[in-house]
């Protein structure tokens, strides 16, 4: 068999993937002592230096800890939050630290980044802030701390020879040291397609390493006239220098942290220098195979990872797909096109652009790796030298900040496809490696029409229905509705969550594919439904686009700043802003919305008494959205639903209005959702939006029982602080509910009367 360790490879990579999936480890939860002072022992692993606002904070890995918390074990690594003093503590000492524990946050929505589980794959328990580090013993390990002394003073060389934001960029592409690395720069590489760059990969190891070994076989002693064989020259042998630069990249990725890809580019280029010392041929597929078996035998969630199927995604779309398109700009796309549903499945979006910016930023990469080199050792012995030699790497860095930039402005920069499910992605590459299997047959035409039907398969939206996902944002609201390709929008704010729009409501619209928003509509003015909804507006460059603006048409003298904000930041971006009242209809993908409260030009004593309420129809499921609506505002609603005119209420039967799902009001507080309310709108499913550990006491136990005893069984009974995320998903005739918390069990389909 030819190549029988990449059969073996993928035999065992499929085999662990699936016990995953039948048995998935647990993750141990340390929330119930989160935010408690505690006591730590343990040995500093690593350490690692951040920029925080305007101060320096040292990271230490602490390993082989021991505590007396719930379900701590002596595998558990606990990342340290110190100060400069920190820096001081050698690494491999014994040390005990002492300080408040704090959780790593998990994801509650679909799409946000879960640092829980992030965490968990590198194990890391938990975390320890505003720490007090007492050193216990002397060093253990002598190599570690010389080798992070001499990256700290190998930064502090960049540091003199660059300008700041091109010294924190080459610390990272060199040392591994991401810690100073600005905010909005990261997002521009990341928008563009060429984050990897900053990561210490397989391009650094083949420059570097490669360059070594070259460097090492020109090296020439000539022999002296004495030993009886002067004239002849005495050249390193392949296997002395092959050796020798695995050792020396072996410590540079213990220097700069050994990520995952890093050791993947490190144990394939050993085999490579294996190959060469023994004359064998080397095979890339056969290394690569060896590279996974290894990484997953050392941590099978690995498989879960980003950074491992980006890693390896990349190497194997250069090995089966370089050859299936012509010409150099063609083998650009091998990358990407194996790397497409590890994007999609990450980030639900793929940055357009980055195969043609790719092609000039890959092959500039040696540029500045190597101005970066030049200016780290001349800088060590002449500062201004080092400088000379950093121009190269000005030059470089700014092509890339420029590049990226204008890609940035093109119009259709980010495709926002959203996520694709796992059997989507498995056909689309089994479909990709048949002109891989069978070139020969096939043309080259004929490759790129396939190749592009691939891709049009994966990026297709195979969903159908209208759902409503009504997000976790901590204290707050924010609903999204998708129907028929269509979305809308309903509120979007926080009172409790800080970054709401970049962490929580662009990642879950991005990860349903939401382009475009073609109504985003306002129950009211509170922060707590419009904080998020004022970013995305005054956002220039949001991949998602608002199309109409829907404000409640309350009186002039009611409107405050946030209404204002609102109305501005719409009209600067060129948003139509419509204000809208009881009576007026929408109809979008199938839905049709029916605005229920308020009356025009309607005054009220508070914002939440003219909260905006919108109605729902499609097919024969319902749903009713009331925003923070209670007090005499409930009362109108009551009044208006009552009506023969209204075209909402008429579906009702027997003087009520059947409800498949109730949004209780102003996050279930004991004033809203009235009992002469529920006796009108009898609900079979109810959701509750509300914080964790709110300070109010929302949902309040005098609104379950109320809608427990309006007929709203207890476990149809659903609130975000639990379940996070709530889906609720709908063809007309059936409805499912999904909890995005595994804790909170799944509803069975429903079907509707």
Same mark, same amino acid.
């Given at each position: ?22 048995? /998935?480890?647990? $993750? =141990? ?18 350490? @690692? &230096? ?39 503590? *050698? ?14 946050? @998990?994801?509650?929505?679909?799409? @946000? ?41 190998? #930064? ?81 042998? *392949? /296997? ?59 941590? /099978? ?12 995604? #990349? ?20 990358? =990407? ?214 404000? /409640? ?44 409260? =308020? ?45 023969? @005119? ?10 009520? $209005? ?14 809203? +959702? ?41 476990? &149809? ?12 998903? +709908? ?23």
């Amino acid at each position: 068999m030819k190549r029988p360790l990449c059969f073996a490879a993928l035999v065992f990579l499929t085999a662990v993937w699936i016990l995953q999936r039948l048995m /998935p480890p647990g $993750i =141990p939860s340390f929330a119930s002592c989160d935010r408690r002072q505690v006591c730590i022992r343990g040995i500093v692993s690593s350490k @690692e &230096r951040k920029q925080k606002g305007g101060d320096e904070e040292v990271l230490l890995t602490v390993s082989h800890v021991r505590a007396d918390l719930p379900g701590a074990g002596t595998k558990d690594r606990v990342l340290v939050h110190g100060g400069p003093e920190a820096d001081t503590v *050698p690494v491999g000492s014994p040390v005990t630290v002492e300080g408040n524990l704090s959780c790593f946050p @998990e994801a509650t929505n679909h799409g @946000e980044f879960d640092s829980r589980q992030y965490y968990h794959i590198l194990h890391y328990a938990y975390q320890i802030r505003n720490a007090k580090i007492t050193q216990t013993g002397p060093s253990r390990d002598l190599l570690g701390e010389r080798l992070y002394r001499f990256r700290r003073k190998s #930064a502090d060389i960049l540091d003199n020879c660059l300008p700041g934001k091109d010294a924190a960029v080459m610390k990272a592409v060199l040392l591994g040291e991401k810690g100073f690395l600005d905010d909005d720069l990261k997002d521009l590489y990341a928008g563009s397609g060429i984050i990897h760059v900053l990561a210490i990969s397989g391009l650094h190891i083949s420059l570097l390493g490669a360059g070594l070994y070259s460097l090492l076989r020109k090296i020439a002693v000539p022999l002296p006239e004495s030993t009886g064989k002067g004239g002849l020259v005495l050249c390193i042998p *392949p /296997p002395f220098a092959g050796t020798l630069a695995v050792l020396v990249m072996l410590l540079y990725g213990k220097m700069t942290g050994m990520s995952v890809s890093a050791l993947r580019a490190i144990f394939m280029f050993a085999i490579r220098m294996g190959a060469l010392a023994l004359g064998r041929t080397y095979d890339l597929l056969t290394a690569l195979s060896a590279a996974g078996i290894l990484l997953i035998l050392q941590e /099978p969630a690995f498989l879960d990872h980003p950074g491992f199927l980006f890693s390896f995604g #990349a190497v194997l779309g250069i090995a089966l797909l370089s050859d299936l398109l012509p010409g150099r700009v063609g083998k650009a796309f091998c990358v =990407p096109l194996m790397t497409l549903p590890v994007s999609l499945r990450s980030y639900g979006t793929f940055p357009a652009f980055s195969v043609l910016l790719n092609l000039a930023v890959i092959p500039l990469m040696g540029m500045a790796v190597t101005g970066g080199m030049a200016a780290l050792i001349l800088g060590a012995f002449f500062v201004p030298a080092g400088r000379a030699a950093g121009i190269v790497v000005r030059i470089v860095l700014y092509f890339y900040y420029a590049a990226c930039s204008i890609q940035k402005g093109i119009p259709g920069n980010t495709c926002v496809c959203g996520f694709r499910p796992l059997w989507q992605a498995g056909v689309y590459l089994l479909l990709l490696l048949i002109p891989a299997a069978f070139r020969k047959a096939y043309p080259k035409v004929l490759r790129c029409v396939w190749l592009s039907a691939c891709v049009f398969f994966l990026t297709a939206d195979l969903s159908y229905g209208l759902s409503i996902h009504f997000m976790d944002v901590g204290q707050g609201d924010g609903i999204l509705i998708c129907a028929g390709g269509r979305n809308i929008l309903v509120d979007c704010g926080s009172s409790d969550q800080k970054h709401l729009y970049k962490y929580r409501l662009l990642p879950l619209l991005q990860y349903y594919g939401v382009q475009k928003i073609d109504c985003a509509i306002l129950s009211h003015e509170d922060t707590d439904h419009c904080s998020a909804l004022a970013e995305l507006l005054e956002d220039e460059g949001a991949p998602v686009r608002v199309r109409r603006l829907l404000l /409640p048409d309350i009186a002039e003298e009611e409107r405050g700043e946030n209404y204002a904000r609102l109305e501005s930041a719409a009209k600067a971006a060129g948003i139509p802003v419509f204000h809208t009242a009881a009576g007026d209809e929408i109809h979008l993908g199938g839905a049709d919305l029916y605005v229920l409260h =308020p009356k025009r030009k309607g005054t009220y004593l508070s914002a939440n008494e003219g909260s905006c309420v919108v109605g729902l129809r499609y097919g024969r499921f319902s749903a009713l959205l009331t925003g923070d609506l209670e007090g005499e505002g409930e009362l109108a609603l009551i009044r208006y639903l009552k009506q023969e @005119e209204n075209a909402f209420s008429n579906a009702g039967k027997d003087g009520t $209005i059947r409800l498949t799902c109730l949004k209780a009001a102003h996050h279930g507080s004991s004033g809203s +959702t009235c009992d002469a309310f529920l006796e009108l709108a009898d609900a079979d499913t109810a959701v509750i939006m509300a914080g964790r550990n709110n300070p109010y006491g929302h949902p309040h136990r005098a609104l379950l029982e109320r809608l427990e005893r309006d007929g709203t069984p207890r476990e &149809r009974i659903l609130c975000t602080k639990d379940c996070g995320e709530i889906t609720v998903w +709908t063809d007309g005739k059936h409805m499912k509910t999904a909890p995005f918390l595994p804790a909170v069990p799944v509803e069975k389909t429903i079907i509707l009367e």
